[in-house]
């Protein structure tokens, strides 16, 4: 595969143009932004829903009964309804808004947890989490005396799954990514669901790094809480996703209490709404949901089916790629089945952050550190990786422009 690959059906440079940041000019030269794992870019009628909610018809949601404020409680509400569709829900009641996926756990972590679980109770995670599917549970042990049980990776960044059963006694939660952030690995969650529910423990999915880059339907995985943010799916920041079970969420007490989550209140005591209001307490970030929407309907045009491809051809001209650049280590799979456009990696002695700040010089703009995996990076013995991550609007070319930044950056440092 060349630089000018054929991408079946996607016209990159069309889509490109979509996004009026990648245009910009960055350190005198062209931006290559490989940086989505973080956040993503946003194109144009995201950023044109934004402004048309604040220009036509900002208004507060569920409270005013004048014109302005019941078109933004439509909008607010199909917004909704195209998230649930989007990951095949059974109901959009089924789908709260929150800020990001970390406030999705700590819902459920708070929520769910705090009644269910009892001293001796066992969470299993995986060693690959982020922190943010990590320190929540860590929490929650310290409240409750529950106890974290961890899924260990083999040598190419895979959870060992052999004694997974065994694992699973006395399990009441599994929580797990989809999708590495570091490793790219993607992990078989419909046959962990499966797992999971044959030893009577529920599962919560981190798809912080999968539902913005693969279809994911909540009902094929037949998993029971799903937790996603908006920044990452080409919406803005402050909007989040927490999906769940409408049977769990309508058992489970709210997180946050104040306007909106109630029923009725009187001087001692309330009764709260009906799910998902329950736990949307307080004004909800009502502009970033509206263009959450939106982004769904431009990731649905453009298909995340083909976005998945895309990601994945372009995984595998990076891999080949880097493998000619001397003294570069990739961590996680060294091949594109399943796993995802995140590609972490040292070269040789150089500091991470040197090999961004030498990268980002040349107008490529990359992550250096722990990635908010701090036991993972202990796991594979690194203190920090640099990570290349790729989202629809990336191409071969910025690959060829990375590695020979990265061949610069050797002889430089080297
Ligand atoms: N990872 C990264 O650069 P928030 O910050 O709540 O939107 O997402 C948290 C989160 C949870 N799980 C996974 C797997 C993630 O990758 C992230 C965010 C970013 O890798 C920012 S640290």
Redesign the pocket.
């Known amino acids: 595969m060349t630089s000018s690959m054929t991408l079946d059906q996607f016209d990159i440079l069309a889509l490109r143009r979509e996004f009026p940041i990648l245009s910009q000019p960055m350190n005198g030269k062209t931006l290559a932004f490989l ?1 989505s ?3 993503s870019q946003k194109p144009r009628r995201v950023i044109d829903c934004l402004e048309d909610y604040y220009r036509r018809y900002n208004a507060n949601v569920h409270r005013g009964v004048y014109r302005l404020s019941e078109e933004a409680t439509f909008a607010f509400e199909r917004a909704r309804g195209k998230v649930a569709r989007f990951i095949n829900a059974r109901s959009q009641r089924e789908v709260v808004f929150v ?7 700590n819902l459920v972590a708070r929520s769910w947890g705090d009644v269910n679980l009892r001293e001796g109770d066992r969470i299993l995670l995986s060693v690959m ?5 990590l320190v929540p549970w860590q929490m929650l042990a310290q409240r409750t005396g529950a106890k974290l049980e961890f899924l260990s990776l083999d040598g190419e960044g895979r959870l060992v799954l052999d004694h997974l059963d065994a694992q699973l006694q006395g399990v009441r939660l599994v929580a797990l ?1 989809q ?4 490793l790219g690995t993607i992990n078989p969650v419909a046959e962990i669901a499966r797992r999971a529910h044959a030893a009577g423990a529920l599962i919560l999915v ?1 798809g ?2 999968s539902v913005p880059h693969m279809p994911v339907d909540v009902q094929a995985l037949d998993i029971d809480f799903l ?1 996603f ?1 908006g ?2 799916m080409c919406a803005p ?1 402050g909007i ?1 996703v927490l999906w769940g079970r409408r049977a769990l969420l309508e058992q489970m007490p709210p997180f946050l209490g104040g306007g909106s989550m109630i029923k009725v209140v009187s001087l001692h005591e309330s009764s709260y709404a009906d799910v998902p209001a329950r736990f949307e307490a307080g004004t909800p970030a009502i502009a970033e949901a509206i263009a959450l929407g939106e982004a769904v309907d431009f990731l649905q045009e453009v298909g995340m089916a083909r976005i998945y491809a895309h990601e994945r051809e372009l995984l595998g001209y990076a891999i080949d790629r880097l493998a000619g650049v001397e003294g570069l280590t990739i961590y996680g799979p060294q091949t594109t089945e399943m796993r995802g456009g ?1 590609l972490s990696f040292t070269l040789e002695d150089v500091h991470p952050h040197d090999v961004a700040a030498a990268l980002d010089s040349e107008g490529i703009a990359v ?1 250096a550190g722990h ?3 701090q036991p993972l990076h202990a796991h594979l013995n690194v203190p920090a990786t640099t ?1 290349a ?1 790729f989202y629809l609007y990336n191409t071969a070319e910025e690959v060829d422009r990375l590695v020979a930044a990265l061949d610069k950056a050797r002889n430089l440092f080297g």
Do not use: L, P, Y
């Not at 800020?99 to 756990?105: P, S």
């Not at 989490?129 to 599917?133: D, F, G, R, T």
């Not at 999708?179 to 570091?182: M, R, T």
């Open positions: 940086d794992a973080a956040s800020r990001n996926t970390t406030e999705a756990i989490e982020h922190h943010s599917n990514t999708q590495s952030n570091v981190d912080a790094q937790a943010s920044h990452k920041t989040g995140a992550r990635h908010c995996t990570r991550s």
